[in-house]
């Protein structure tokens, strides 16, 4: 037997020190670096610069390696057979290659292809003046208020409420904090707790019979020692109260002020047209998924009921503005329309204690989960101003830049104290796309979009160049479930645009509660066997990142990849997450990724990784990179049965003092 011969540049080598540097940075902010793939809320997006970084070990011509060189790829098709976000099909085809993206959720496919569509920035302003005008026309009377100073009637720019709870002697509201924000004056505006006013004086008289406020925190009435409880026998919009009213007024500026009578009669009419939206609320049930279960607790049926009556005229009024003469203009502002409801719904908060954050929206899935805000903010999606969370501000910064930035893509220059970023001339993140797998091969820049399972792909045996992907991450955060809050919308607005009933069985993640990895490993063996079929057999790479505290995650991996045929030519570790991201904040997280290179095996290639006696659960780093190896030298034991895998790794990442703990630590 002979060792292997490398094949591609990333096969011997790949640059970390330079991979982390970069994403160091883009982690602090991924949009801004590749603004084009953000169009749509999804989880679990990695840096666009390592996978750049990546695909550039894949180049023929070493004078097109370098990571500022355009292009490098062309003539190549890669797949990715878990799209997610899109990352590797924007960076393969900017540099020449087909590529083939494929997800059994709609809503990757239909980002990936509103953003990989070259489509004029004119067009797509002109469609959304449309909207605009539409929405303005149609709802802009209900998301009105008037000046506090000279009463001129004004567009609101979003309203607070404060959460309704029960003891036994009484209804109390209960406010994330009674301090509002900081002016930069120096004044504090805040709520007073005897009768709910807003005001910037220590010596305000109450001179209202209002509600009395409670800061979070408090759980026992003082009055007669029982809980305060939430109202769950209400639909959920209404166990929430209005508090304030924020707008700004073109002669006296930014205010924040209590609701009047017109204010509160203004809600109340917006309640009562409710029953008249077209929405069919059997259509909006809610499903009890590993996330979506945290609402059928709170006794939330239905999705409707996360959003107040406003926020639905505005969404009933968009479905009847949305263009229909260009199919791909419809799908842009679709998209936009439903991302826009991360931050337009009664899930979100309020940010503007803080002079710096004020107006800020505290979006619906800032903690990758459903939260639910004492003090909700009720925010105004046709705000005129780009404004957090706007329509207005959400085409320019989701669609306008990115289809710049995809016509003249830029990259960050390192080694330098100001942020400075270089265009690469002759790139261009967008393509044609084709009707059929076998039409990539005929020319570059070209992309292929499937819904549905990777188990079976509509692509010839020994046809594929690389496989790079981000394989779900095991089972701690349910993308599929958390994305039934976009799905629904998308469903109405888009109909015939996706399979809005496919098998959500076929996403490759384990449930949280599941006993067993037996879903992750049928469904990942599934993928990686059609991985293998599709490869190239002697050059064809399989290139994706990975990491994970648990061993049932790595062992269900390992015996995927070993039943499929695959062995391990190369690992690398990169920083994959930033520590302060909400997700993994405080909780000592795995903040790298292992790139795992891998290979079809071959039978007479010689066992190359040694077996590592030791793991370091202190430090994610080497952490990772232990388990990368580990993962290499069970691949070299093709005989292992998935048992004696399972047990290998429960095995190895038990510690003396005790297994990792729960919650994706690194104790």
Avoid at 234 to 256: I, M, S
Avoid at 292 to 311: A, C, G, P
Avoid at 363 to 387: D, V
Wanted: with cysteine; hydrophobic share 40%.
């Amino acid at each position: 037997m002979t060792p292997p011969k490398p094949t591609w540049p990333i096969d011997n080598s790949f640059d970390v020190a330079f991979a982390d540097e970069l994403a160091r940075l883009e982690t602090y902010n991924k949009h801004h670096y590749r603004p084009n793939t953000y169009l749509h809320k999804w989880w679990g997006r990695r840096c666009g610069t390592t996978f750049r970084l990546i695909l550039k070990g894949l180049v023929d011509d070493p004078a097109n390696r370098p990571y500022y060189k355009p292009e490098g790829l062309e003539g190549k098709v890669i797949l990715d057979p878990m799209m997610g976000g899109g990352t590797t099909l924007h960076e393969a085809i900017r540099l020449g290659a087909s590529v083939m993206g494929v997800d059994v959720d709609p809503i990757p496919v239909l980002q990936a292809r509103a953003t990989m569509t070259d489509h004029s920035v004119k067009s797509l302003q002109a469609a959304f003046n449309h909207l605009y005008n539409g929405l303005v026309r149609s709802v802009g009377d209900l998301f009105q208020t008037h000046c506090p100073d000279c009463d001129a009637p004004v567009p609101f720019w979003y309203t607070l409420y404060g959460l309704r709870r029960r003891c036994a002697c009484r209804e109390a509201l209960f406010v994330d904090s009674l301090i509002l924000r900081h002016e930069p004056d120096g004044r504090v505006l805040r709520w007073c707790p005897d009768c709910g006013e807003l005001t910037d004086s220590q010596d305000h008289n109450c001179m209202t019979n209002g509600p009395n406020l409670i800061e979070r925190g408090q759980d026992y009435c003082e009055r007669c020692n029982q809980p305060f409880l939430d109202i769950t026998d209400r639909p959920y919009y209404e166990r929430y109260q209005l508090l304030a009213v924020a707008g700004r007024c073109d002669a006296h500026g930014l205010f924040h002020k209590s609701p009047d009578r017109r204010d509160d009669d203004l809600l109340a009419q917006a309640n009562g047209l409710r029953g008249a939206l077209s929405w069919q609320a059997e259509q909006f049930c809610v499903a009890g998924g590993d996330k979506s279960i945290q609402l059928i607790h709170r006794n939330i049926r239905n999705y409707l009921d996360l959003f107040s009556s406003r926020q639905l005229a505005f969404l009933d009024a968009a479905l009847r503005y949305l263009p229909d003469d260009d199919p791909i203009v419809r799908l842009n502002l679709a998209l936009l329309v439903s991302t826009s409801l991360e931050f337009n719904s009664m899930l979100c908060s309020h940010k503007g204690i803080n002079k710096r954050r004020a107006g800020a929206v505290r979006h619906t899935f800032s903690h990758h989960g459903y939260s639910f805000p004492y003090t909700a903010l009720e925010n105004n999606p046709i705000f005129p101003r780009r404004a957090s969370g706007t329509l207005q501000k959400l085409f320019q910064s989701r669609i306008v830049r990115g289809r710049r930035w995809a016509a003249a893509p830029q990259e960050r220059v390192l080694g330098e104290n100001t942020p400075r970023f270089v265009p690469i001339y002759g790139e261009r993140d967008s393509g044609l796309e084709v009707e059929a797998a076998d039409d990539l091969y005929d020319a570059g820049n070209r992309f292929f979009l499937m819904q549905g399972s990777s188990v079976a792909l509509p692509v010839a045996s020994g046809s594929i160049d690389a496989i790079v992907t981000d394989p779900p991450y095991y089972d701690s955060i349910q993308y599929g479930d958390l994305a039934a809050f976009f799905r629904i919308w998308l469903r109405q607005f888009l109909p015939v645009a996706a399979d809005w009933d496919y098998d959500e069985t076929a996403a490759a993640v384990s449930p949280e509660r599941a006993p067993d990895n037996h879903q992750y490993y049928t469904l990942m063996e599934g993928i990686f066997r059609e991985g293998h079929r599709v490869l190239k057999p002697e050059t064809g790479r399989l290139i994706f990142t990975f990491h994970h505290w648990q061993p049932r995650a790595w062992a269900a991996l390992s015996a995927a990849l070993n039943s499929a045929g695959f062995a391990l030519l190369n690992h690398y570790v990169v920083h994959a997450e930033h520590p302060i991201s909400v997700h993994i904040s405080k909780m000592r997280a795995l903040t790298h990724d292992a790139i795992l290179v891998l290979a079809l095996r071959d039978p007479n290639i010689l066992p190359r990784w040694p077996r590592p006696r030791s793991i370091d659960h202190t430090d994610s780093f080497r952490f990772t990179e232990t388990c990368a190896g580990y993962l290499g030298w069970i691949l070299d034991q093709p005989d292992l049965s998935r048992a004696e895998i399972e047990g290998l790794w429960a095995e190895f990442l038990s510690a003396d003092d005790g297994t990792v703990s729960a919650g994706n630590k690194v104790p």
